[in-house]
């Protein structure tokens, strides 16, 4: 089986983070392109901007910004090509830029596709 990790965008590779991969919809601030450290840059992997915006990392809205990622991935077929050419058993990291580690779209994704990768 895949082991996907997350991380900051910020923090530093490590051999252990296998393939990296940006899973934010828009460029994380303060890091130049040729300074972009990770494999792979998945924007089509995030929520939609409208989802994005209505969050606005709002830990009470939390719950529902949950479950309308999880309905939207449903439905992204970016997911399901994710899935087809990664289900290798190899460590991929999505690499997130949220300053709050508790709730952020890297975790609902991770959530996701531990299950539909199993």
């Not at 990790?5 to 899973?23: F, N």
């Amino acid at each position: 089986m895949t082991d996907i990790k997350i991380k900051r965008v910020y923090e530093k590779a490590v051999k252990d983070d296998g393939l990296r991969i940006l899973v934010d919809r828009l460029w994380p601030r303060g890091v130049k392109k040729e300074e972009a450290d990770w494999d792979e840059w998945l924007k089509e992997l995030a929520p939609s901007t409208e989802l994005r915006k209505w969050f606005d990392h709002d830990p009470e809205k939390w719950p529902d910004f949950k479950r309308k990622y999880k309905e939207e991935l449903k439905s992204n077929e970016a997911v399901a090509n994710f899935i087809r050419d990664h289900k290798k058993g190899k460590t991929i990291t999505l690499l997130y830029s949220a300053h709050d580690e508790a709730h952020n779209q890297a975790m609902v994704l991770q959530e996701y596709l531990e299950k539909k990768m199993k």
